[in-house]
């Protein structure tokens, strides 16, 4: 009975094992085709450079993503659950009230001034896809429609003037075009001042 318990307990941890490296290899995938996606483009980067980038076999990606529009989904989640956890921290260490929106802004800035900065890479991605992938576009319009109710919720929070749930969610997508105006037009100028225009903007609108 002690040695059948040993070999299941032996078992087990093998499938652990085996099931941690799976999660880490994929990971590293992720992780890799991310920068180069981000970096350089969907479209100018191919399934080879991955495979060479991550130091691992074609069968081994495979083997993980079927195609690499999976990839690019996992790329965008991936980006995606960064950002939100970022963004989070940033704007929760602003004092309570309008400040908490203003700091999107600020947070931007900091994203600006990080020597990788290259846009938004929802936006980057859907513009090179044209006629793109119909799950693509579903997960990009369901990234941007949770960054709008996040914004909302601030809203809520933060302005006792927002009375309503309407006027909540048309101030909540106003500031989100601020946004996404300013991460376009930063990366196209290469200058802060559409972040700093779009704050502006922004303190116009919650005054």
């Known amino acids: 009975m002690l040695k059948l318990n040993k070999n299941r307990q032996t078992c087990l941890f093998f499938i652990y094992v085996c099931t941690m490296k799976h999660s880490l290899i994929r990971q590293h995938i992720i992780e890799t085709a991310s920068n180069l996606f981000y970096r350089n483009g969907y479209n100018l980067t191919g399934i080879n450079e991955i495979i060479k980038e991550a130091g691992i076999a074609k069968a081994t990606l495979y083997n993980h993503f079927a195609s690499k529009e999976d990839i690019?989904?996992?790329?965008?989640?991936?980006?995606?659950?960064?950002?939100?956890?970022?963004?989070?921290?940033?704007?929760?260490?602003?004092?309570e009230g309008k400040d908490q929106l203003y700091a999107l802004f600020g947070f931007l800035q900091k994203f600006f001034d990080q020597k990788d900065f290259n846009g938004c890479w929802c936006l980057n991605t859907i513009a090179e896809l044209p006629h793109g992938s119909e799950r693509v576009q579903q997960e990009i319009q369901k990234q941007k429609e949770e960054f709008i109710q996040f914004i909302k919720a601030l809203i809520n929070k933060n302005l006792s003037q927002a009375t309503d749930q309407e006027e909540e969610e048309l101030l909540a997508r106003k500031i989100y075009l601020l946004y996404e105006s300013a991460i376009s037009e930063s990366k196209l100028h290469q200058s802060?001042?559409?972040?700093?225009?779009?704050l502006s903007l922004c303190r116009s609108l919650v005054a």
Do not use: R, S
């Open 72 to 95: 690019c989904l996992a790329y965008l989640q991936y980006k995606n659950n960064t950002f939100t956890k970022d963004i989070k921290d940033f704007v929760n260490q602003a004092e």
């Open 192 to 198: 802060k001042w559409p972040i700093e225009t779009g």
